[in-house]
């Protein structure tokens, strides 16, 4: 399902205006602010009851987009944007400017990805800039799936909810740190180790459990 234009242009003001937005993705359903506005950014963290110290992930358009949120990429960075973007892959890179440290939890660096679902796109085409998104629901319950799972989840807490139909239910997105020489696995996710490693060309260090 694809939500109505109209729907897409109210949430971009919403967000504009330093509202919460809920949108869907390919995983469930984000709690969604505008990524620059600290104050938009804390209400996330206030709504969900999360502690204000776990960073968020800053979803952006397109794979041109991440110059403008992140410094000193470095070549291997570009090759898995490319590959795999829009997708279930997550960068941490160096903070850029435009972040502010309410959404990396205090962090120098920062979590970005391209989601893969048309109306997370086209919001984020229509917004522009970077959105801010982690489940849209309070901390330690079940990630929502469908907007009616938001509306009960949340209620009036949430500015407006964008409905998307129902996700398909999906793995998180892996998350991979490209800060370092080697870059390294954070979460096993939705593209995995064997898929990284062939784009790479070399082998990947994974997280001790
Ligand atoms: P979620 O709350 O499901 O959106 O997941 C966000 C995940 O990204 C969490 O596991 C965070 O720890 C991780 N994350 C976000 N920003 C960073 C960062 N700068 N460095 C390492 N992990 C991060
Ligand atoms: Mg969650």
């Not at 949108?23 to 620059?36: D, H, M």
């Not at 949120?69 to 941490?92: I, M, N």
């Not at 850029?96 to 919001?123: F, K, Q, S, Y």
């Amino acid at each position: 399902m694809t939500a109505r234009t109209s729907d897409i242009e109210k949430a971009a003001g919403v967000l504009r205006a330093g509202g919460l937005v809920a949108l869907p993705t390919e995983t469930v359903y984000g709690l969604g602010a505008n990524a620059e506005d600290p104050a938009a950014v804390a209400r996330i963290f206030q709504v969900k009851g999360r502690p204000s110290s776990h960073p968020l992930i800053v979803h952006i358009g397109s794979a041109e987009q991440l110059d403008d949120w992140v410094q000193d990429v470095p070549a291997t960075a570009r090759l898995l944007a490319e590959h795999f973007w829009p997708g279930p892959l997550t960068l941490v890179l160096r903070r850029g400017p435009r972040v502010p440290l309410e959404a990396t939890g205090g962090l120098e660096t920062v979590a970005v990805r391209v989601p893969d679902h048309p109306v997370a796109l086209a919001l984020l085409a229509a917004f522009g800039g970077g959105v801010t998104a982690p489940s849209a629901n309070r901390f330690g319950q079940v990630s929502p799936t469908t907007a009616n799972d938001v509306r009960a989840e949340l209620g009036d807490a949430v500015d407006f909810v964008l409905d998307g139909g129902p996700c398909e239910v999906g793995v998180e997105s892996t998350i991979v740190d490209v800060t370092g020489d080697a870059p390294s696995i954070l979460r096993p996710g939705g593209v995995t180790r064997e898929e990284l490693e062939a784009v790479l060309g070399l082998p990947l260090t994974v997280p001790s459990t």
